[in-house]
């Protein structure tokens, strides 16, 4: 059974920092992987989508990275914002015709003025 | 629509009540996802529908979770005899196909609705 993991648990930094969140998957045979964020009270919002023959995709200030072999995906955020509070899920999708995502549990991201 | 809605936002429930929760998906979105999350948790797989055919109910928790998707658009999820355990975020998601290309299963998700049985 696919289980993911993101570390930290929750990060609280000053305005303006460089940020790496982190997502561990111990099933490398995956389809995709997506990023999520998640404000308090609504649903998810895509904020990126990697396949697995992909190694990066940007969108504005995030960047996440996908290591399949080590089962490793990286988001990182540049020049984090107080707007960028929120928290952040990945979520994996294994390949052979499974639909199901798996998600970890979020990493808590406070971005203080 | 411009996104997935749902349906109430908000509901408080007795236990031993039942419940009916509705998602609106993208227009022309053929698959469709039901998750429960708890509090600090990730969200859990429900069920999925392709069109209206229902394809996995495998994460329903129990008999008393039954989900429906009768003309390959909205979906209604039902929860009979509410119990607390059954607190929780139910969130809908869509996707244009999941045998379609890159962009094809992003997923795209309704705000929730947050069931509170009491």
């Known amino acids: 059974k696919q289980e993911v993991t993101q570390i930290p648990a929750a990060l609280s930094v000053p305005e303006g920092e460089n940020l790496v969140l982190n997502c561990s998957f111990t099933?490398?045979?995956?389809?995709?992987l997506q990023w999520f964020r998640q404000d308090p009270g609504k649903g998810l919002t895509s904020l990126l989508l990697?396949?697995?023959?992909?190694r990066e995709q940007t969108s504005g200030r995030l960047n996440a990275s996908l290591d399949k072999s080590s089962g490793r995906s990286t988001l990182y955020i540049a020049a984090s914002q107080p707007g960028d509070s929120a928290t952040y899920l990945c979520?994996?999708?294994?390949?052979?015709?499974?639909?199901?995502?798996?998600f970890g549990r979020g990493t808590s991201l406070i971005v203080h003025p | 629509g411009a996104g997935v809605s749902q349906s109430p936002r908000y509901k408080v429930a007795k236990r031993g009540q039942d419940v009916a929760l509705r998602c609106d998906p993208i227009s022309g979105h053929v698959s469709l996802f039901w998750y429960q999350q708890a509090l600090g948790q990730g969200p859990e797989f429900l069920t999925y529908?392709?069109?209206?055919?229902?394809?996995?109910k495998s994460g329903l928790p129990s008999d008393r979770f039954f989900a429906e998707r009768p003309e390959g658009s909205v979906s209604t999820l039902k929860i009979q005899r509410t119990q607390q355990e059954d607190s929780a975020v139910y969130l809908c998601?869509?996707?244009?196909?999941?045998?379609?290309?890159?962009?094809?299963?992003?997923?795209?998700f309704g705000p929730g609705t947050r069931l509170t049985v009491l």
């Open positions: 099933d490398s045979a995956i389809y995709n």
């Open positions: 990697i396949q697995s023959s992909q």
């Open positions: 979520a994996v999708r294994l390949s052979g015709g499974s639909y199901i995502p798996t």
């Open positions: 998601a869509s996707s244009l196909s999941l045998r379609r290309g890159r962009d094809g299963n992003e997923q795209f």
């Open positions: 529908f392709q069109n209206e055919a229902q394809l996995d």
